[in-house]
């Protein structure tokens, strides 16, 4: 009876481990944002909540759309560049490209990171080759949440509208 008790106890206590402190592992919906310079981002939001967090030291480069009326536009600041489309709403960030460790995805992972520590956070991805893991949250085309790697090791971080 003892025993049961005990082994009753480790029981609970092992499946109530997971319940704090690092998230579980999987991709979901909630996953498609990006931190840069302490402001979460997510594909679609205005540039104007860029600027206004980040400010105008950007560098600046715009060139015709190929899929929309106007202007593709694109903001490069130090921790990240921005890009995007010209729609109704407004400039609306169609790709977050970063390669700098202030960027970090909803469950902690930079560049820097390990091809393991995406996995482990994320698991695995909807596709990957040696140089890209691919997190989507629905069919193609949907956004997504990609890692640049290098060896085993990751270089960049981007999430995205376009199919990749």
Do not use: H
């Amino acid at each position: 009876m003892k025993k049961l008790l005990i082994l009753t106890t480790i029981c609970i206590l092992l499946a109530f481990s997971g319940c704090g402190g690092q998230p579980a592992a999987g991709f979901s919906e909630k996953d498609l944002t990006l931190t840069v310079a302490g402001k979460e981002y997510r594909a679609r939001d205005n540039i104007e909540t860029v600027i206004e967090a980040l400010g105008d030291g950007y560098e600046y480069a715009e060139g015709m759309s190929c899929d929309y009326d106007g202007l593709d536009k694109t903001y490069t600041y130090e921790a990240a560049t921005f890009y995007t489309n010209p729609l109704a709403e407004g400039d609306l960030l169609a790709e977050i490209y970063s390669e700098s460790p202030e960027a970090a995805t909803s469950k902690g992972i930079s560049p820097g990171a390990s091809k393991a520590d995406v996995i482990a956070a994320y698991g695995d991805p909807a596709e990957q080759d040696e140089y890209l893991l691919i997190y989507r949250a629905g069919e193609t085309p949907s956004p997504s949440l990609c890692f640049e790697l290098e060896g085993d090791a990751v270089t960049a971080v981007f999430l995205t509208v376009d199919p990749v």
